[in-house]
C-alpha cells in the first residue's frame, strides 16, 4: 500500500502561484510514476504532470507547459506541483496519485490516490 497525502491548495488571484506537495509513505516502488491529477465542477478527471520515479523525467499536459512545474525530494519521498500564471480554468481539486503504468496520462492507471486538495483561481 502506497499513502498519498496532498496539502498547500487555496484560494489565490488570477496570475499568483500555488506549490502544492505530496507526501508518499508505505510501499515504495521503482519503474513507476507519481501523477498530478486534477477535477474540476461537472467535468472528469484529468491528467496534468507526472514525474518518473526512476530518472525524474517530467510530462505535462499542454494547456501547463511553461506554468507548471513537477519535481521531487526523494529524501522526503514528497512530490510537488509548483503553479505560476494560474488562470480560473485551473480551479479544480488536486490529486497526488502513484502508478505502476507507463501511460501515466491516463486517470484510470492510477492505483492510489491522495484525497485531494482545492484549488480556487479567482479573476
Known amino acids: 500500500q502506497v499513502q498519498l497525502v496532498e496539502s498547500g491548495g487555496g484560494l489565490v488571484q488570477a496570475g499568483g502561484s500555488l506549490r502544492l506537495s505530496c507526501a508518499a509513505s508505505?510501499?515504495?516502488?521503482?519503474?513507476?510514476?507519481m501523477g498530478w491529477l486534477r477535477q474540476a465542477p461537472g467535468k472528469a478527471r484529468e491528467f496534468v504532470a507526472a514525474?518518473?520515479?526512476?530518472?525524474?523525467?517530467?510530462y505535462y499536459r499542454d494547456s501547463v507547459k511553461g506554468r507548471f512545474t513537477i519535481s521531487r525530494e526523494n529524501a522526503k519521498n514528497t512530490v510537488y506541483l509548483q503553479m505560476n500564471s494560474l488562470k480560473p480554468e485551473d480551479t479544480a481539486v488536486y490529486y497526488c496519485?502513484?502508478?505502476?503504468?507507463?501511460?501515466?496520462?491516463?486517470?484510470?492507471?492510477?492505483?492510489?490516490w491522495g484525497q485531494g486538495t482545492q484549488v480556487t483561481v479567482s479573476s
Open positions: 508505505g510501499r515504495t516502488f521503482s519503474r513507476s510514476f
Open positions: 514525474i518518473s520515479w526512476s530518472d525524474s523525467r517530467t
Open positions: 496519485a502513484a502508478t505502476r503504468s507507463y501511460y501515466y496520462s491516463n486517470p484510470t492507471n492510477y492505483s492510489y
